[in-house]
């Protein structure tokens, strides 16, 4: 099946410093990306889908200027915690969709990132 | 207000029995959804999905049904396996193939050997 894989997959950073996770679809192209956070306990929520080639839409309550995303090619996403603060301490996890799977079109997820800000 | 909700937060299932995990959601223009694992600090594995134009969708031990009338899926495991014992989440997705997906808050199942 298809493969996501983002990097790093766990960091540690001291709070007022930016971090970068980076989401790469391995086998296919992926016109959009989507990234989530996930509270322990908690489901995922949606914060930005990124498409390739235009500006990321972000979901309400989410900050476009602390959480920058880039979508620079059909295979890589990243998203930037700009100035982390311990709060923004989660487990993001992006996802991709295959623009050729058709009707199934499922998203494949990568395997998450652990962000931990001290 | 949470569109799709997973009411039980855990599921306890002996090996070799039905493990049955229910969502049920209140857009009535979800017309797609699927089931996702995932087992701690990995991202979800999809599982099954269903388009709602059916009612039933199965793929060897994982079955989906979809309730349209009562806004109603479950996901049947026959029969469950200690390999099964994950976090399910149900996903719903309306409107074309581009939008993205509402996540129930996910039920814990434990199969015991």
């Known amino acids: 099946g298809a493969v996501v894989s983002q990097h790093p997959s766990r960091v540690i950073c001291k709070s007022g410093t930016s971090v970068k996770i980076e989401c790469r679809s391995l086998?296919?192209?992926?016109?959009?990306m989507f990234w989530y956070r996930q509270f322990p306990k908690q489901s995922l929520m949606l914060m930005a889908t990124s498409n390739e080639g235009s500006k990321a839409t972000y979901e309400q309550g989410v900050e476009k200027d602390k959480f920058l995303i880039n979508h620079a090619s059909l295979t890589l996403s990243t998203l930037t915690v700009t100035s982390a603060h311990p709060e923004d301490s989660s487990f993001y996890i992006c996802?991709?969709?295959?623009?050729?799977?058709?009707?199934?079109?499922?998203?494949?997820f990568g395997p998450g990132t652990r962000l931990t800000v001290l | 207000d949470q569109q799709v909700k997973q009411n039980s937060p855990s599921l306890s299932v002996q090996e070799g029995r039905i493990s049955i995990l229910n969502c049920d959601y209140t857009n009535s223009m979800f017309d797609y959804f699927l089931w996702y694992k995932k087992y701690p600090a990995e991202g979800p594995t999809f599982l099954i999905s269903?388009?709602?134009?059916?009612d039933k969708n199965e793929d060897g031990r994982f079955t989906v049904f979809l309730n349209k009338s009562a806004k109603h899926l479950s996901l049947h495991i026959v029969p469950s396996q200690p390999g099964d014992s994950a976090v399910y989440f149900c996903?719903?997705?309306?409107?074309?193939?581009?939008?993205?997906?509402?996540f129930g808050g996910g039920t814990r199942l434990m199969v015991k050997p």
């Open positions: 996903a719903a997705r309306k409107g074309n193939a581009g939008n993205m997906l509402t």
């Open positions: 996802s991709a969709r295959d623009i050729l799977a058709g009707e199934a079109d499922t998203q494949y």
């Open positions: 269903i388009s709602s134009i059916k």
């Open positions: 086998d296919f192209q992926a016109t959009t």
